[in-house]
T-cell receptor, first 113, second 114 residues
């Protein structure tokens, strides 16, 4: 069965610093992986997805993620954090019995001025 | 992307009552999903709603507690029945765009049960 593990429930960075949010997956087949962002009191917005094309995936708002099969990882990065990036980030893999997504527990990103 | 609306956006309900949440999408889709996000938690799938057939429920969720309707390809409802404070959550519907391998989510319904 597919699953994802997000390391760190809370990450705090300074504005302008590198953002690194970690996600490791478990899958018996080539995975489809996703990162979503949830701003306070809002729904989920798709940041980016990996579907077995390029291993480096660029998303919206300057985020990107690299698929590393050898490390079973799909970490999310952004070179320079902005205050508006403060939100909760969810890593997900498509793998439920209904083709649904299976989500990690989420990482809350705080950005300090 | 996709336009998904949910009604109500939030509600405060009394224990023992029921609430029906509506989900409207802007295009015809085969599969719609209902997720629950308990406070401070991740998302958990409740059920998959396919038009023309009974909803498929995940382990731990039953039709009597969470009846779902899917009368057409752009609309679905989820009812939370006989509510208790443990049902206080955000309920989100989502649609699956198979050809783009993407799932889009509605804004969610924030339910508080007193």
């Amino acid at each position: 069965a597919q699953s994802v593990t997000q390391l760190g429930s809370h990450v705090s960075v300074s504005e302008g610093a590198l953002v690194l949010l970690r996600c490791n997956y478990s899958s018996s087949v080539p995975p489809y992986l996703f990162w979503y962002v949830q701003y306070p009191n809002q729904g989920l917005q798709l940041l980016l997805k990996y579907t077995s094309a390029a291993t480096l995936v660029k998303g919206i708002n300057g985020f990107e993620a690299e698929f590393k099969k050898s490390e079973t990882s799909f970490h999310l990065t952004k070179p320079s954090a902005h205050m508006s990036d403060a939100a909760e980030y969810f890593c997900a893999v498509r793998g439920g019995s209904q083709g649904n997504l299976i989500f990690g527990k989420g990482t809350k990103l705080s950005v300090k001025p | 992307s996709a336009v998904i609306s949910q009604k109500p956006s939030r509600d405060i309900c009394q224990r023992g009552t029921s609430l029906t949440i509506q989900c409207q999408v802007d295009s015809q889709v085969t599969m719609m999903f209902w997720y629950r996000q308990q406070p401070g938690q991740s998302l958990t799938l409740i059920a998959t709603a396919n038009q023309g057939s009974e909803a498929t429920y995940e382990s731990g969720f039953v039709i009597d507690k969470f009846p779902i309707s899917r009368p057409n390809l752009t609309f679905s409802t989820l009812t939370v029945s006989n509510m208790s404070p443990e049902d206080s959550s955000i309920y989100l519907c989502s649609l699956d765009r198979v050809f783009t391998n993407e799932q889009f989510f509605g804004p969610g319904t924030r339910l508080t049960v007193l």
